[in-house]
């Protein structure tokens, strides 16, 4: 009886074993092909192909299991082979938006709501991308308010799966001395997409290329120089600058003086989610009337009398808020 | 959802529809709704109100001063200090008279008992046991309570408390916090538990745990008895008695201090390790100052808070007087089983600073931190119930001449008592607000372990140097 | 005590599912307003010692309810957590919005600051998208004539299309003009027409659209303009009330009420 039992006993940890080994494995394997998706959608939508080295490359794998995985994607019918690069079929591009879909959004999610760094989002949205059904994207795009770009300015694709056509060109061939707002910083390779925001780089930033030679070229937003090599600033997008931002005679809300009065003109793009929805419900929209007047022993936060109420808000919100200075004369206490 | 019907008409049909309209609108629809909805607002305001612009703006010359880079700092520190001395002054008196009335019920009391007849046992237990238990606590709690509440709603009321969090803000957004958690600090001076509750005016989740997590460690009503005991003892009494009160706030102050450093310093640490993220949006109305009104304070300070909580350390207390009177009334082998147990943790409480009394009072004391002096004293003096020592010279020479109390056990009981694991009702509060056992769990580990971290090193390092 | 002997039954299991009780009052009142503008001393002031507070179901957001009578109708007052708008998706924003939706008060007070109309007046145009039956209750209106601002409540509600009332909620000064107007709204005698806020022509073209969509969805359903407006915005609470049938169910039960409600009011008339 005893034996019998032990048995059993063993065999069923086997099994158990055995299920999760194969579950694991099936769990992989799914990641690795959604992985591999959203490379070669990234790779077409900038009008270029994905190749046997770059697979490598993104998904960090040696030949073998690459060539595994593309015979894998090739029986399932979501990729074509033509030569030595590969494209999606439509059942391809149709699952590369659905996870390019749900990474934006968590993208998106982790720099608004969760306040990660930005330098974090990628790889946090990475974690999460593949336990996101469809269903629970669209919650989530509802809950964001349905954004329609992520934090590196690329498009997130509406549930339906358009994308609209990627806009921006390169800084490196963006004309000198013409103002432009930065669009996209592309995130491959990690290590230019690093440089950049440490330079301190932002989507919605409005710049002008100052220098262009083959050796580097220099960024200016009017206070700090950014200095990159070509390659790097290749990577950086630039789109010409709406009106308000290019606008004379409006600055920043937190190089308003003390108590000179100004009207708001706009707020960047660089605010957005819950930061920006609660400014506008504060009364922070363009037209309204805002005076700067009080701030504190560090001199962050200030308090600003806008539409009859005095609120504070932080120096790096504050940031986001353009206002014309409507009166030079200052209007003191006594 | 079905994605199989094609009526034009089923809800689903209407949220694709509407789904797909949206990308037809312009990017920032959103934007444009806030901003035709103000262009509105203020049209009809302006058409509304007239305004007569020659009238002073007294608000902004208050706002000028309390918050001013200079003063403001300064003025919040005092008027901190001004509620702290008031509260520790003024309680004196009606405390001892509650107690003196209390205690002479009790007696009659215990009279009454073994008029009729019973056991000795069951009087002590009612007694000497529950009842005093109460009384301890009502005695002890009320009157500060009595004071410090209305005193903080009116500082409320007034708009005063939106100002702090405004001086403040700097120091929480360095710490990767929030600068509303000023606010519910502030009313963790009154209730930990109250506090925790106190933090749902923080929007990011994020930051609102650091909030949560971090209430504890400002000092709350229950835990004022101990500080205010060990003040007036081993610095009240350093001075000459006409500023000895002065003294005592004083030292109460530092402890609070100590508390808002410690607070903030958890919060830069939760921040960057298990609670990682940057400070998020920060919007506070600074609204008009408005002249409290007096049923108001008197409804929320005393019924909302006072009594409530009151009513909650009564409840908490009446079983802890039990188990107290149990656990000093049971001997085994010719010493109580609180005897046992204090020696059992002696060597624990030696290391921190202590002794094993002190561990065992602040074990017993979980449910309500203000039992924690009387179960201390019943300890030392073995008497078998909770003991009011009715003066703080008895008191003195019950802990420095007969327990060879020094000024390391009076720092570091300060800090063990700032700095310990929050009341049972706040883990409670913590576990409802948060929904998790796990936070509610860490919640009360990180500030015990704490406590014993910093209490070991400066017993350790004081020991060394003395 | 029964609840068969009141004129709003129907929404009574609604209002339960969101935790108000619905014994002794014949009327519900929401009190939905900015922070800091004195709501809860209204609130208060009305119901003095008759309230008790608690959660909101499943949701870590304070609620206060409580009773007063008010010519000898008995009624159950919700105050409302004060927020600023009701487009955005805190915790607080959405029980406000979710009450005024699917609760349906009998009437919804809107307190404002008179200090600061302008920023106040915001939500009071939201709250009008959702419901007609409101009253602006201005408040502090003795701190507005104190720093000399005067407020032309005439020239407020014709605008907004709703009664406005000026109080001091602290003196109970106006608080008997504005239960008299809460009193004519409930009833029914008064009648309002809001300000609805007509946005940028795509937008409106957008609503447009959706509303006759909406309306043979959940036919009859008094506010598709407000559903069109937040399903284009993409309101997940919205768009799972509408696809689940709830907003459907709502609307029909309301119907009833409105009947149940004239009738009513016709046999009291005959007495």
Redesign the interface.
């Known amino acids: 009886m005893r034996p019998l039992l032990l048995i059993l006993a063993a065999l069923a940890v086997v099994v158990a074993l055995a299920w999760r080994h194969w579950t694991h494995r099936v769990v992989r394997e799914r990641h690795r092909i959604e992985d591999a998706l959203k490379h070669l959608f990234d790779q077409e939508y900038r009008g270029r192909h994905a190749s046997l080295t770059s697979l490598k490359g993104t998904l960090h794998l040696p030949d073998g299991p690459v060539l595994a995985l593309v015979a894998r994607m090739q029986a399932l019918d979501l990729v074509r082979a033509r030569g030595q690069e590969f494209d999606l079929t439509p059942e391809g591009e149709r699952l590369a938006l659905q996870v390019v879909r749900a990474h934006r959004l968590l993208e998106r999610y982790f720099a608004d ?5 930005l330098s974090q989002v990628h790889a946090a949205a990475e974690r999460h991308e593949h336990s996101l059904s469809a ?1 629970a994207a669209n919650r989530l795009a509802a809950d964001l ?2 954004p ?1 770009v992520d934090p590196h300015g690329d498009p997130i694709p ?3 799966g ?1 994308v609209p056509p990627a806009v921006g060109v390169p800084a490196t061939s963006w004309t000198p001395e013409t103002t432009g707002r930065i669009v996209h910083l592309e995130d491959e390779p990690p290590i230019s997409f690093a440089q950049i925001v440490a330079e301190g780089l932002r989507v919605g930033q409005t710049v002008r290329v100052i220098e262009r030679t083959p050796t580097r070229v220099v960024l200016t937003d009017g206070e700090n120089e950014y200095r990159f090599a070509p390659a790097v600033a290749a990577n950086v997008f630039l789109a010409p600058a709406p009106a308000h931002t290019a606008a004379a005679g409006v600055v920043r809300l937190p190089d308003l003086p003390d108590h000179v009065l100004a009207e708001i003109t706009g ?1 960047d793009d660089r605010c957005q989610g ?2 920006r ?7 922070f ?4 009337r805002i005076e700067p ?9 200030r ?1 600003y009398r806008i ?8 120096r ?2 504050a940031e986001h808020v353009i206002v014309r200075p409507l009166d030079t004369a200052t209007r003191g ?1 006594a | ?1 079905t994605t199989g019907s094609t009526s ?8 694709r ?11 920032g ?14 049209r ?12 002073l ?1 007294i ?3 208050i ?2 001063l309390v ?1 001013s ?2 003063l ?2 300064p003025i919040m520190a005092l008027l901190l200090a001004i509620v702290f001395w008031l509260t520790v002054a003024g309680a004196n008196v009606p405390s001892a008279m509650l107690a003196e009335g209390l205690f002479w019920i009790e007696g009659l009391g215990v009279r009454m008992f073994e008029a009729i007849g019973l056991p000795w046992w069951i009087t002590g237990f009612v007694w000497n046991g529950v009842y005093r238990g109460l009384a301890w606590v009502v005695s002890v709690m009320l009157p500060p309570m009595a004071i410090f509440f209305p005193m903080f709603t009116i500082l409320e009321d007034l ?1 005063y408390l939106p100002r702090v969090a ?2 403040l ?2 120091l929480f ?1 360095r710490a990767g916090a929030h ?1 509303k958690q000023a606010l519910s600090m502030a009313m963790g001076f009154g209730c930990n538990a109250a506090g925790v ?1 106190a933090t ?1 005016v923080i ?2 989740p ?1 930051e609102r745990l650091v909030a949560i997590l971090t209430n504890n460690f400002v000092p709350c009503n229950g835990r004022y008895p101990t500080l205010i005991m060990l003040a007036t003892i081993f610095v009240g009494a350093a001075f000459p008695p006409a500023f000895a009160s002065f003294a005592a706030a004083g030292a109460v102050m530092a402890v609070v201090l100590i508390g808002v450093g410690v607070t903030l310093v958890v919060s830069w640490a939760l921040s960057r390790t298990i609670l ?13 100052y ?2 409290p ?1 007096i049923l ?1 304070i008197i ?1 929320t300070s005393l019924i909302d808070r006072t009594l409530f909580v009151l009513w909650r350390a009564m409840l908490t207390a009446a079983p802890a007087g039990a188990v107290i009177w149990i656990l000093a009334n049971v001997h085994v082998g010719g010493a109580s089983i609180a005897q046992h147990t204090a020696d059992a943790l002696g060597p624990l409480g030696h290391a921190i600073g202590l002794d094993g009394a002190v561990l065992l009072a602040y074990i017993i004391a979980i449910p309500a931190n203000e039992i924690v002096v009387p179960t201390l004293m019943m300890i030392y003096l073995g008497t078998g119930m909770m003991t009011d020592v009715t003066s703080f010279e008895d008191l003195r020479r019950v802990l420095v001449d007969e327990n060879g109390w020094t000024m390391l056990t009076a720092v570091n009981l300060m800090l063990f008592s700032l700095l310990h694991n929050p009341c049972a009702t706040t883990i409670l509060t913590i576990y ?2 948060t929904l998790s056992a796990r936070w509610a769990t860490i919640g009360a580990l990180m500030p015990l372990g704490l406590a014993f971290i910093v209490t070991f090193l400066v017993a350790t390092i004081w020991r060394l140097v003395a | 005590m029964s609840t068969h002997d009141c004129d709003t039954c129907v929404f009574h299991a609604e209002l339960e599912r969101m935790g108000v009780s619905t014994d002794r009052f014949d009327r519900v009142v929401a009190l939905a307003g900015n ?2 503008t004195g709501k809860s ?1 209204l609130f ?1 002031s009305l119901t003095g010692l008759k309230q008790h507070t608690g959660n909101w179901p499943g949701k ?3 609620r206060a309810e409580g009773g007063f009578e008010f010519n000898k109708v008995r009624y159950k007052i919700v105050d409302l957590p004060g927020t600023y ?1 009701l ?1 955005s998706a ?1 915790h607080d924003e959405q029980v406000a919005r979710d009450f005024l939706l699917f609760g349906r008060p009998d009437v919804t007070i809107v307190v404002t600051d008179a ?1 600061s ?6 939500l ?3 709250v009008l998208e959702i419901t007609d039956r409101v009253v602006v209750a201005v408040n502090l209106m003795d ?1 507005a004539r ?8 005439r ?2 509600a014709r ?2 299309g709703v009664p406005a009332v000026g109080i001091v909620a ?1 003196t109970g000064e106006g608080v008997r003009d504005l239960l008299a107007q809460v009193d004519a709204l409930s009833s029914g005698e008064a009648v309002t027409a809001p ?1 609805r ?4 022509g ?2 409106q073209r ?1 609503v447009d ?2 509303v006759p ?2 309306e ?3 036919p009859g359903v008094p506010n598709a303009r407000w559903i ?2 937040r ?4 309101d997940a609470e919205v ?1 799972t009330a ?2 689940s ?1 709830r ?2 169910q709502l609307t029909a039960e309301q119907q009833q009420a409105a009947q149940g409600f004239s009738r009513k009011i016709a046999l009291d008339g005959a007495q």
């Open positions: 709501e969760a306040r990660l760094p269903e308010g349905h329609t509406s549930r339906e358009d707020l819950f930061s929805r609660r400014m506008m419900d504060l009364g929209t363009d037209g309204a007047i009080l701030r504190t022993f560090a001199g962050d936060p308090a539409r009859g109420t005095v609120v504070a808000v932080r790096d919100q206490l | 959802m034009a008409t089923t809800p689903e049909a209407v949220i529809r509407a789904a797909s309209l949206r990308d037809t609108l312009s990017r629809f959103r934007d444009e709704a806030v901003r035709s909805l103000y262009a509105e607002a203020s009809i305001a302006d058409r509304a109100t007239v305004r007569d612009g020659a009238r703006d608000d902004q010359r706002d000028a918050t880079p200079i403001g700092l708009g405004f001086n803000d700097f957004r600068g509750i749902r929007d990011s994020r990682k993220g940057e400070a998020s949006a920060f919007t506070l109305e600074l609204p008009p408005r002249r009104g108001r409804y409802k607000e | 922070p800091n001393t208060n870590t957001v304070s708008s487009l805190s200090t109309l302008e920023r106040n007046l915001n009071v145009l939201q701190e104190r720093k000399g601002i005067t407020v032309d409540l020239s407020l605008d907004l602290r300000l806020i007509r946005g940028t795509e937008f957008a659209e959706l969509l909406i043979a969805a959940a069109a407006i399903l284009l915005d993409g768009e509408l696809a049938g907003l459907a």
